[in-house]
């Protein structure tokens, strides 16, 4: 299983949130408690948000381990309309489209395609390919995709290679919140009476008696800070509990939605 990464989580600085905590570390700290920030709220959402620059070198999927009938032809079994139809590899009749073929790769969580290079020759992904349902990769230029790639050469005749945006976008106010966290981490490093972060110890002084304890950190094992901006995003993030409803037929043909581009309508 690949190891999950956080790639791009977009950091928004909020000016009365930061004072002058910011003005007071080095550059390379601040840069860092930006990314720790980032980095906590990707985990504590599930790592599931952030967007990813990725390049693939697909490969053609062979029909092998198909159903056959003796015929030299590959059959694969497809339940359409209720019924059992066998197509023969990459041939799809009726609700796939028109003209037979479809040249198309599956990648998952396609947010946008951002290059496309055969044969050493980049290409305009805009007008050449579109995205489906956010893991299907259409050619719409009438072209196909290469069956064949060279893997033991990088670039040049006989490779070629598609780079995407991969992943789910941050929602709304994931950025805003990254901000409010890093400018508490570093009020936290700075040793600043406003930091709102929960501290550990808390010393408690009346008539004379000093004592002092350790906050247990109820939250800690949800990491919720404590802070009521970010806490409440991260509570939203993961929530599913107000999804719409929705019924599905395993019969009925399934649409195809254009996730990318986006077609603006007047």
Do not use: H
């Amino acid at each position: 299983m690949a190891e999950l990464e956080l790639c791009d989580w977009p950091v928004t600085l909020c000016d009365e949130c930061c004072t002058d905590e910011v003005e007071q570390l080095d550059p390379e700290t601040w840069e860092l408690l930006q990314r720790w920030a980032a980095d906590y709220l990707w985990r504590a959402t599930g790592r599931v948000y952030g967007l990813c620059s990725r390049t693939y070198r697909p490969c053609r999927r062979n029909c092998d381990g198909s159903f056959g009938f003796g015929l030299g032809t590959p059959f694969i079994p497809w339940r359409i309309n209720g019924d059992w139809i066998n197509l023969s590899c990459r041939t799809c009749p009726g609700e796939c489209g028109c003209g037979g073929r479809l040249s198309e790769i599956r990648l998952a969580n396609v947010n946008a395609v951002t290059a496309l290079r055969i044969d050493g020759v980049d290409e305009d992904p805009s007008g050449t390919v579109a995205v489906y349902d956010r893991n299907r990769i259409v050619r719409i230029d009438g072209e196909e995709f290469p069956g064949c790639q060279n893997l033991a050469q990088l670039d040049g005749i006989g490779t070629w290679s598609i780079t995407i945006e991969q992943g789910i976008p941050v929602p709304p106010g994931g950025a805003l919140a990254a901000g409010i966290l890093a400018c508490e981490f570093a009020k936290a490093c700075l040793g600043s009476d406003d930091c709102r972060l929960p501290q550990r110890t808390q010393i408690i002084t009346r008539q004379g008696v000093t004592v002092g304890f350790q906050d247990r950190f109820e939250n800690l094992a949800d990491m919720l800070t404590g802070i009521f901006e970010i806490d409440t995003f991260i509570t939203a993030a993961r929530s599913n509990r107000f999804g719409a409803p929705s019924i599905a037929s395993v019969d009925r043909p399934r649409a195809a939605r254009l996730t990318w581009p986006i077609v603006e309508t007047p």
